[in-house]
């Protein structure tokens, strides 16, 4: 059974950092366009940065850009965000997802949509504050 869980969350300081992991288990993470999302309360859960099978493709919300960094260790078969310089704005529920990549771009492919994304995670509770 293919399964994503995520840890690192917590509460932190502005101007602080946490590293969030997705560990997956029950496939094979190699072929697999993987995304982190974070959902605020009372707002819809909205792309942070992906990344490509090959790692060769990253994508980054504007708002974290300069400051969050996503990679991927598949031998690990674990998945990464590492979040810097965090501010009051990025209080959320952080979400890994993966997702099968169309056939045509396998290696290159990440998606920043949720309808992309077919199996997520649980969520760990990130709060910025003072």
């Known amino acids: 059974q293919l399964q994503l869980v995520e840890s690192g969350g917590g509460l932190v300081q502005p101007g602080g950092s946490l590293r969030l992991s997705c560990a997956a288990s029950?496939?094979?993470?190699?072929?697999?366009?993987i995304g982190w999302f974070r959902q605020a309360p009372g707002k819809e859960r909205e792309g942070v940065s992906c990344?490509?099978?090959?790692?060769?493709?990253?994508v980054y919300a504007d708002s974290v850009k300069g400051r969050f960094t996503i990679s991927r260790n598949n031998a690990k078969m674990t998945m990464y965000l590492q979040m810097n310089n965090l501010k009051p704005e990025d209080t959320a529920v952080y979400f890994c997802?993966?997702?099968?990549?169309?056939?045509?771009?396998?290696?290159?492919?990440?998606?920043?949509?949720?309808?992309?994304?077919?199996?997520w995670g649980q969520g760990t509770q990130v709060t910025v504050s003072s």
């Open positions: 029950g496939f094979t993470l190699d072929y697999y366009g």
């Open positions: 997802a993966a997702a099968i990549p169309p056939i045509t771009s396998v290696q290159a492919w990440c998606g920043m949509s949720t309808y992309e994304y077919d199996y």
């Open positions: 990344i490509s099978a090959s790692e060769g493709t990253t």
